[in-house]
């Protein structure tokens, strides 16, 4: 049963900084891309007997990745953050060119809904798919967080705007469209130095709107594509640890589609820890391009935060 007691959780340094938290956010997501695809689609039973608890950053998996390499939910959040990066803001048209772009240089994997939203932007130009029940896939929640960057101190209104305008080029769906949103509103509020009490709050409100993403009841053992389990995967490690590596091996062991409960995960935690919560062996075993963009990226964004407010 999941109860998780905050405030025996250890009060973590107010005196962490805008651009720490940034910094962790970005690389954690890397670092959990990375982690987590070594045990994307097999179950936690599976995973015991091949690695015992995976906690190595090591390649491999169903996808046959080189130690450190990331996978799409890196780089489309790239992909993504270059875009907001060269024209100031998010900017739908900009933003579908560059994800075709990313899918024309043949990416080592690609969801299945992204697949059919670029060829639809390609063969009608429309930046956005229509509503579909069926998108609650994870994938335009994976890759937000260049917007959690960039509008960390914009408004409301203007954050799920731009964020509905990123997701619908390939997912058009309110469930996934809420969940998302109450991700970059944790980040967000994370970049303010939010306690995890007010976290669990904005948790406990989109559970209150949706209650599909009801995490209290019954441990996700195997978490599907399904932006739903994702975030239950999330807010339930995220909730129950108390430091950034137990929270990633939490739900990186729980398999499924790993490498995303562990992008997400990983961008929470980087961001409520900081950067220097992140293991060293984890950082230095990410590849070195991955690493320097995140960083880069970071900056950039943070400057045009930093302009617009
Ligand atoms: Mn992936
Ligand atoms: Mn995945």
Redesign the pocket.
């Known amino acids: 049963m999941f109860a998780p007691d905050l405030t025996a959780q250890h009060v973590v340094g107010k005196d962490i900084t805008l651009e720490q938290r940034a910094l962790g956010a970005y690389l954690g997501l890397a670092v959990g ?1 990375a982690l ?2 070594t045990t ?1 689609f097999l179950t936690p039973r599976e995973i015991r007997e091949k690695y015992g608890v995976h906690k190595r950053i090591c390649g491999g998996g169903w996808l046959h990745l080189k130690s450190g390499q ?5 780089e489309m959040s790239l992909a993504l953050g270059q875009s907001i990066i060269e024209n100031g803001e998010v900017e739908a048209k900009a933003v579908a060119e560059a994800f075709s772009q990313w899918m024309r240089s043949k990416p080592v ?1 690609i ?1 299945n809904t992204v697949r059919r939203g670029i060829v639809h932007y390609r063969n009608s130009g429309e930046t956005s798919v229509p509503e579909n029940e069926f998108d609650a896939g994870n994938g335009a929640c ?1 890759r937000s967080l260049p917007v959690a960057i960039a509008y960390w101190n914009a408004g409301w209104d203007e954050l799920v705007a731009v964020s509905r305008i990123q997701s619908h080029i390939t997912h058009h769906n309110p469930q996934a469209d809420a969940g998302t949103e109450a991700l970059l509103q944790m980040l967000r509020m994370t970049f303010k130095s939010a306690s995890k009490q007010a976290l669990f709050d904005i948790a406990d409100g989109l559970v209150e709107s949706h209650r599909a993403y009801r995490f209290d009841r019954r441990l996700v053992e195997n978490p599907s594509g399904w932006i739903v389990e994702t975030l239950q995967v999330v807010f339930q490690a995220f909730f129950n640890h108390d430091d950034f590596e137990s929270v990633l091996v939490d739900v990186v062991n729980r398999g499924g ?1 790993a ?2 409960t562990g ?1 997400i995960a990983g961008m929470l935690a980087g961001a409520f820890y900081g950067l220097d919560a992140i293991p060293g062996y984890w950082l230095k075993a990410l590849n070195k391009d991955v690493k320097a963009a995140c960083h880069s990226q970071t900056y950039a964004l943070l400057e045009l935060a930093g302009k617009s407010g």
Request: proline letters at 0%; zero cysteines; aromatic letters at 0%.
């Open positions: 891309d987590g695809a994307e990331v996978t799409d939910d890196t994997d969801g994976m589609d490498d995303t992008a």
